[in-house]
Structures are given as structure tokens and as C-alpha cells.
């Protein structure tokens, strides 16, 4: 497959398909070289960057993914040691925001008006 046709078919700009294998998140095992050296991605690549994409979108950074991927493989405990180490990470991200937010409605509920300066009342 062209590169085009794989950013249409993975939903992603040209752009990150070549920063995904600048940074070594496509590997070679994907890219197939014409004889005058354009890019010819392998099929497997879709479900590939649809793993990459998912993977973003659940809070796991770049990085996380690099190292997973550098593994070449890695055990069912490790990948749920993984796992649960994220949802860990979301909870309390989860918690902090709900913090926040109290301390949001506290503040609204203080009634403190800002046409003297922001906090005078």
C-alpha cells in the first residue's frame, strides 16, 4: 500500500506516518522498499496503527509504546502489570480532577466577587 492510501485507511495524517517510523514506531517489518526506494507498507500495518491509535487514546504516551514495541514481545503478567499500571494512573488523575472540581464549587460557593481585585470580598 502507498502511503496515502495508509493514512486514509488508518484515519492519519502523512505526516505522523513518517514521524511513527522517524521515531522507530514503524518498524521495517512493515515497510516494504520499491526499486526506486518509495515506501510500500504491508497490510498488517492498519491493524498495526489502529493498536498505536488506541493505545494513545487511553492515556499510554509515545514513549510507553516504544519501549513496549523494543520488547519484541512481552508476557501475559507483564502486559497486565502494564495495564493495571495505567488504570492505576487514570484513577488517580480521576481523583485529582474530582478534587479540583470540589474545589471549584467551594470557591463559587464563597461567593467571592473580583470587582476589587480577583479573592477580595
Excluded: W
Excluded at 19 to 36: A, F, M, Q
Amino acid at each position: 500500500m502507498k502511503t496515502s492510501e495508509v493514512a486514509k485507511r488508518a484515519d492519519l495524517p502523512i505526516s505522523t506516518l513518517r514521524y511513527y517510523e522517524k521515531i522507530g514506531l514503524i518498524t521495517e517489518e512493515y515497510i516494504l522498499r520499491e526499486e526506486n526506494n518509495y515506501r510500500n507498507y504491508a497490510p498488517e500495518i492498519i491493524p498495526y496503527l489502529e493498536v498505536i491509535k488506541n493505545s494513545l487514546a487511553v492515556g499510554f504516551s509515545i514513549h510507553d509504546i516504544k519501549s513496549m514495541i523494543s520488547k519484541q514481545g512481552i508476557s501475559k503478567e507483564e502486559q497486565k502489570r502494564i495495564i493495571t499500571d495505567k488504570i492505576t494512573e487514570i484513577e488517580a488523575a480521576q481523583k485529582n480532577l474530582e478534587a479540583s472540581k470540589q474545589s471549584l464549587y467551594e470557591l463559587l460557593e464563597m461567593n467571592i466577587t473580583c470587582e476589587n481585585g480577583y479573592g477580595k470580598y
